[in-house]
């Protein structure tokens, strides 16, 4: 008898022990959501990058998810890249999530990395949202605090991407509200680039996905330098402007020409 209450403990105890390692299963914090803290808000269980141009064929200066200008030639050609730019309104439509990053950066053109840093503005159930981030593709991006470093329509902000030699990288921003942003990160790259876009960023989980581009009008970019000359300057062998399409070529940002000094241009928002 004193056996059987005991097999009969024994088994109550077994299935206790089983039903809370269950529940603890359930309700646990999983460690690659936690290590994804970096991606940007919105961006739910994916991770938000700005990635490389997905250029829609070769030889052509269209993509589905950057719009700009950039500047290419071989390894080590550049190594600093600046620019500013106002930052644009975001029309949200109804609840739908859309995002729009601006930014400066060395690589990416022809290469498979990026060294980037800007600003974004995104639409999230209908409310735009306006934040800085920098990043060392294909690492996600960081996004930076926006209680030290707020973004607001309207404000100027000034990038710039700085190759200190010995494969580390200076990236740097200021508002016109009065802060300064500037990380020193390291990575191995060819510095064969440099861009100033308007980007559809990309939603990387398995597999990576072009996010819906948000309507910010109009913005432009001035002072845009690579190794301190005018993107102009480098003449039109050298420098590619880049319209944003989709898959089917209906265009979704457009650039305009350069200004006068060469230093300049805008990018319009067309589709989503």
């Not at 077994?14 to 959501?33: D, E, H, N, Q, R």
């Not at 600046?82 to 995002?99: E, G, L, N």
């Not at 710039?160 to 790259?189: A, C, D, I, K, P």
């Not at 301190?228 to 003449?235: E, L």
Request: glycine residues 10%; aromatic residues 12%; proline residues 4%.
């Amino acid at each position: 008898m004193q056996e059987i209450e005991l097999r009969k403990t024994a088994l109550v105890l077994a299935i206790a022990c089983t039903l809370a390692l269950t529940l603890a299963s359930a309700f646990a914090v999983s460690p690659v959501s936690a290590a994804r803290a970096p991606a940007k808000s919105g961006a739910g269980a994916a991770t938000i990058y700005h990635g490389t141009p997905r250029i829609r064929s070769n030889g052509t200066s269209s993509s589905t998810n950057w719009s700009g200008y950039a500047v290419t030639g071989a390894n080590g050609a550049y190594t600093d890249v600046k620019a500013s730019w106002v930052q644009p309104t975001a029309t949200c439509s109804s609840r739908k999530a859309a995002y729009a990053a601006f930014w400066v950066g060395l690589d990416g053109y022809n290469s498979n990395g990026v060294e980037q840093l800007g600003t974004d503005s995104d639409c999230s159930r209908g409310r735009p949202s306006y934040y800085g981030w920098y990043e060392m593709y294909p690492n996600p991006s960081y996004s930076l605090s926006t209680s030290s470093y707020p973004v607001t329509p309207g404000d100027t902000l000034t990038a710039e991407v700085h190759y200190n030699g010995n494969g580390t990288y200076t990236l740097s921003m200021s508002s016109s509200r009065g802060w300064n942003f500037s990380t020193t990160q390291s990575g191995n790259f060819t510095n064969s680039s440099a861009e100033w876009i308007a980007e559809a960023p990309s939603s990387c989980s398995f597999t990576c996905t072009v996010l819906p581009l948000s309507n910010f009008g109009t913005m432009s970019f001035s002072s845009s330098t690579a190794n301190g000359a005018s993107i102009g300057s480098y003449g039109s062998s050298v420098w590619q402007d880049i319209t944003m399409t989709t898959s089917g070529g209906t265009v979704k940002a457009q650039p305009s020409a350069l200004n006068g000094n060469g230093n300049g241009f805008s990018v319009t928002w067309m589709h989503s």
